[in-house]
């Protein structure tokens, strides 16, 4: 009832950028926060940046200052804008989204988190 896609992801040299995308589809009521994650190989998933509806945003310290997330209310779009790409930066890219879903009950808005699929970014000369 609610699908996440993410895309954008690709294989960059050291030093270039990528931006990723992200739409949430399908029975929304109201989206909260989004979200990017990322997963390296043998290691946990971990928070990249998250942004709120009201445009608070959060960032991991490895990505400070690098990377910026920004977000589209009208599109229900998530964006992850990467520069100065590292090595360490590899890892599949998860997006998530905060959303209650729109039902045939008007007071009734379940809540739940959605998953994309998963996005591989690869830093590599």
């Known amino acids: 009832q609610v699908q996440v896609v993410e895309s954008g992801g690709g294989l960059v040299q050291p030093g270039g950028s990528l931006r990723l995308s992200c739409a949430a589809s399908?029975?929304?009521?109201?989206?909260?926060?989004m979200g990017w994650y990322r997963q390296a190989p043998g290691k946990q998933r971990e928070l990249v940046a998250a942004?709120?509806?009201?445009?608070?945003?959060d960032y991991a310290d490895s990505v400070k200052g690098r990377f910026t997330i920004s977000r589209d209310n009208a599109k229900n779009t998530v964006y992850l804008q990467m520069n100065s790409l590292k090595a360490e930066d590899t890892a599949v890219y998860y997006c998530?989204?905060?959303?209650?879903?729109?039902?045939?009950?008007?007071?009734?808005?379940?809540?739940?988190?959605?998953w994309g699929q998963g996005t591989q970014v690869t830093v590599s000369s």
């Open positions: 998530n989204a905060d959303v209650r879903r729109r039902t045939s009950y008007s007071h009734y808005n379940p809540r739940n988190i959605y």
């Open positions: 942004i709120t509806s009201g445009g608070v945003t």
């Open positions: 399908g029975s929304i009521f109201s989206i909260n926060a």
